[in-house]
């Protein structure tokens, strides 16, 4: 089963002046943590938006057994684990999908 899950950031991390250091190593243990999940075919995509503050989001399309699986996956997610993130669950459906994006 398909599950998406929509990450957004914590409200003190709108400003970028809030940023610390230790964000941006969760940041960073986020990305390898998605990455490698990619590479188990766990992750079947991850992606943000580019706009900025309260606005902006991210998304996770993960392969599930089933939604407890799923839930358990997006909590183990470093940056909602670390509390940079929140994170919301939807059961997805993918109609369409092509691996040729343009670069």
């Known amino acids: 089963m398909d599950f998406l899950y929509k990450l957004q950031l914590v409200e003190r991390l709108w400003n970028d002046d809030n940023w610390t250091e230790a964000d941006e190593k969760v940041v ?3 990305f390898q943590h998605l990455k490698r999940w990619t590479e188990e075919g766990r992750v079947l995509m991850a992606g943000r938006t580019t706009n900025e ?9 993960i392969r599930a057994d089933d939604e407890v699986q799923a839930k358990e996956m997006m909590e183990q997610d470093p940056a909602i684990k670390n509390g940079i993130m929140k994170g919301e669950l939807f059961p997805f459906h993918l109609a369409l999908s092509s691996d040729n994006r343009p670069e």
């Open 28 to 30: 960073g243990t986020h």
């Open 53 to 61: 503050a309260a606005s902006s989001f991210g998304i996770v399309l």
